[in-house]
Antibody, heavy 119, light 109 residues
Framework: QLQLQESGPGLVKPSETLSLTCTVSGGSISSSNYYWGWVRQPPGKGLEWIGSIYNSGSTFYNPSLRSRVTIFVDTSKNQFSLKWTSVTAADTAVYYCASGPGSSRPLYWGQGTLVTVSS | QSALTQPPSASGTPGQRVTISCSGS????????VNWFQQLPGTAPRLLIY???QRPSGVPDRFSGSKSGTSASLAISGLQSDDEADYYC??????????FGGGTKLTVL
């Protein structure tokens, strides 16, 4: 049973870069044939898939977000991360890290972290 | 606008059976499997149904899923007050992305 925990700043200024990390426990990223991804949810709105990375290093991104997003894995720390450039107020949301045997069916979820973009 | 279309709301009384629909296209539901998530208020989503009609361990058999063509449905039988939540469908799209439905808020009357 994997446990996922997001960490990162709760407040980011517009135009800055947002970096979030997901720490995985209860299993090894490098030995799990899982997709490791991120989903966000603006306040009061629905879920939006951001992207995912597979153990092979293959990455998949939401086309509407691709130009500003990077997902990468640090197997030495058993973590995967999200880097998001040039944030705007519209990027204010709860960000979830998630993992599972498919990008569209994450079985394990972090509790979510609220990121507010404001000056 | 979400790539998958769900009704914004649904309701039922305790013990009833309710269904939630999810409509897509040939590039997502039409050629890939559908998954469903339950999100209780203030919590992270939980995988409820995967690969159209499979339940992860721990999900009651009151929850069932089906798919036909470019549409899918989630059925909840024996409705309970604890089922009051938001429900989302999701599928892989052939454009190499994941698409979600806009979500359905289920109210137990």
């Amino acid at each position: 049973q994997l446990q996922l925990q997001e960490s990162g700043p709760g407040l980011v200024k517009p135009s800055e870069t947002l970096s979030l990390t997901c720490t995985v426990s209860g299993g090894s990223i490098s030995s799990s044939n899982y997709y490791w991804g991120w989903v966000r949810q603006p306040p009061g709105k629905g879920l939006e898939w951001i992207g995912s990375i597979y153990n092979s290093g293959s990455t998949f991104y939401n086309p509407s977000l691709r130009s500003r997003v990077t997902i990468f894995v640090d197997t030495s720390k058993n973590q995967f991360s999200l880097k998001w450039t040039s944030v705007t107020a519209a990027d204010t949301a709860v960000y979830y890290c998630a993992s599972g045997p498919g990008s569209s069916r994450p079985l394990y979820w972090g509790q979510g972290t609220l990121v507010t973009v404001s000056s | 606008q979400s790539a998958l279309t769900q009704p914004p709301s649904a309701s039922g009384t305790p013990g009833q059976r309710v269904t939630i629909s999810c409509s897509g296209s040939s590039s997502n539901i039409g050629s890939n499997t559908v998954n469903w998530f339950q999100q209780l208020p203030g919590t992270a989503p939980r995988l409820l149904i995967y690969t159209n009609n499979q339940r992860p361990s721990g999900v009651p058999d009151r929850f069932s899923g089906s798919k036909s063509g470019t549409s899918a449905s989630l059925a909840i039988s024996g409705l309970q007050s604890d089922d009051e939540a938001d429900y989302y469908c999701a599928a892989w799209d052939d454009s190499l992305t994941v698409v979600f439905g806009g979500g359905t808020k289920l109210t137990v009357l």
